[in-house]
């Protein structure tokens, strides 16, 4: 828990620069390099600086807009809904008003924009859940700020014209995979299509790194892989697809809890235990996570948090939107619960 005040200086003797450098990069003033600028502000929020940007009191932000735009509405336990609180707090804040545009399979299919969506009105635009590549691409050829929360993967969509904010995502799996070796997991399973966005891919890469490093051959016939468009929340396709499985994995990785719970749901329909005959581990940190039987092993995201890094990303990108695109990760953490079924000595 945090006691102390963070401090412009506090930034300053982290990094090693000048408190005026840390100043110039949260204000958005002064010639500094953008990767200067972005390990300021990423370190800002690491540590817990609450006064970002005093500069943005100064300007004025009435009658501005940004436009959400999402696949799928965040219901009250997704990342997204916390995520939308931090954010719209912030930008509230400025008077900056939010509008928020369900993106249809027509329109992704037909590249085209909402009906009642009005490009000379928007300042900004931010995409949630928003996978299809070349929906994505044309969303940035609208020359409109952009940012993106998650995004395609880099292998369908390499040169993403705009800035993109991750969770942290190759790390911790790699921390959970390698623990899993460490109390004598050999077989473990990862679930999820690792081509469904650039989250899924890294903490498949995460995994699979892990298990490289242990000289563990990797085997995708342990996996469950397929396509996103086949129903991992439904536990009787999980089921069926478990049953597939040549032997029972000693540990499965999922790519996020929504899928982690309903592979638990479809474990205890075959009498399989947790942890006593497997063991699962999810990413997110949902409520759901906490509230299974037994409570799910999972990796947290600071969604909150991360909503308001994500509004001064866009803001800074309003301000001034010749500056080269960037990315940034946002760190998690592993929270280890009853689903991990051994004690964690060192998760470093």
């Known amino acids: 828990m945090q006691n102390k005040k963070i401090t412009a200086q506090d930034i300053a003797d982290k990094l090693n620069i000048s408190r005026n450098t840390v100043s110039k990069a949260l204000n958005n003033t002064g010639n500094i390099s953008e990767d200067t600028k972005m390990?300021?502000?990423?370190?800002?929020?690491?540590?817990?600086?609450?006064?970002?940007?005093?500069?943005?009191?100064?300007?004025?932000?009435?009658?501005?807009?940004?436009?959400?735009f999402t696949t799928n509405m965040p219901n009250s336990s997704h990342f997204g809904s916390k995520f939308?609180?931090?954010?719209?707090?912030?930008?509230?804040?400025?008077?900056?008003?939010?509008?928020?545009?369900?993106?249809?399979?027509?329109?992704?299919?037909?590249?085209?924009?909402?009906?009642?969506?009005?490009?000379?009105?928007?300042?900004?635009?931010?995409?949630?859940?928003m996978f299809d590549a070349n929906y994505s691409n044309f969303i940035c050829k609208l020359g409109i700020p952009t940012l993106f929360i998650d995004c395609p993967t880099t292998k369908?969509?390499?040169?993403?014209?705009?800035?993109?904010?991750?969770?942290?995502?190759?790390?911790?799996?790699?921390?959970v995979t390698k623990n899993l070796i460490n109390n004598g997991c050999k077989n473990i399973s990862f679930v999820g299509d690792p081509n469904h966005c650039q989250s899924f891919y890294e903490r498949w890469?995460?995994?699979?790194?892990?298990?490289?490093?242990?000289?563990?051959?990797?085997?995708?016939?342990t996996c469950i892989l397929d396509n996103d468009s086949n129903p991992y929340s439904d536990s009787s396709w999980l089921r069926d697809n478990i049953k597939k499985l040549d032997k029972l994995p000693d540990a499965f990785i999922c790519a996020n809890d929504f899928i982690a719970v309903s592979l638990v749901n479809a474990l205890k329909s075959i009498n399989i235990s947790i942890p006593e005959d497997t063991l699962v581990c999810g990413f997110d940190g949902s409520l759901e996570a906490k509230i299974i039987v037994p409570q799910l092993t999972t990796i947290t995201i600071p969604s909150y948090d991360m909503g308001n890094l994500a509004a001064e990303l866009i803001i800074s990108r309003i301000k001034d939107n010749s500056t080269p695109f960037k990315t940034v990760h946002v760190k998690t953490s592993i929270d280890y619960r009853e689903s991990k079924g051994f004690n964690i000595i060192n998760t470093l």
């Open 39 to 68: 390990k300021v502000i990423q370190t800002a929020f690491e540590m817990g600086y609450k006064n970002f940007s005093q500069e943005n009191k100064n300007i004025t932000f009435k009658n501005k807009e940004i436009a959400l």
């Open 156 to 175: 369908e969509c390499p040169n993403l014209e705009s800035d993109i904010l991750l969770m942290e995502n190759y790390n911790s799996v790699y921390t």
């Open 84 to 129: 939308l609180s931090g954010f719209e707090k912030k930008i509230s804040s400025l008077g900056i008003k939010l509008s928020i545009y369900i993106i249809r399979e027509d329109d992704l299919l037909s590249r085209k924009l909402p009906s009642n969506f009005q490009t000379e009105l928007i300042d900004a635009i931010i995409c949630i859940e």
């Open 205 to 221: 890469q995460g995994y699979c790194s892990a298990l490289l490093d242990y000289n563990i051959q990797l085997d995708k016939s």
